[in-house]
């Protein structure tokens, strides 16, 4: 079983930048998917973001070119650097991981993020 511990939400102004850290712990394994979803009020969940074990980075066009998902194997914690933010960017962001081969997923218990002025 993986846990997933998300951190790093809060209130931005528009334009300003956050980062969200994703600790993960348990047995990760060394062929999974990683990534972030989000959700607004009334919304459904969407992709913002995943990584690969092998390194393949992917984004939601509605991202695209302002966040950037990485990760530090040596911590064990992966990363979401949001820049340039905008209102519609305002959500809960959830961490999740899966398992390549067994499609066995964990996900946190998610973070707010909310951007106004």
């Known amino acids: 079983q993986v846990q997933l511990v998300e951190s790093g939400g809060g209130l931005m102004q528009p334009g300003g930048s956050l980062r969200l850290s994703c600790a993960a712990s348990?047995?990760?394994?060394?062929?999974?998917?990683m990534g972030w979803y989000r959700q607004a009020p009334r919304n459904e969940r969407e992709l913002v973001a995943t990584?690969?074990?092998?390194?393949?980075?992917d984004y939601g066009d509605s991202v695209m070119g302002r966040f950037t998902i990485s990760r530090d194997n040596a911590k064990g914690t992966m990363y979401l650097q949001m820049n340039n933010l905008k209102p519609e960017d305002t959500a809960v962001y959830y961490c999740?991981?899966?398992?390549?081969?067994?499609?066995?997923?964990?996900w946190g218990q998610g973070i707010q993020v909310t951007v106004s002025s």
């Open positions: 999740y991981w899966r398992k390549f081969a067994t499609s066995t997923t964990s």
């Open positions: 990584i690969t074990s092998g390194g393949r980075t």
């Open positions: 348990g047995s990760i394994g060394s062929m999974y998917i």
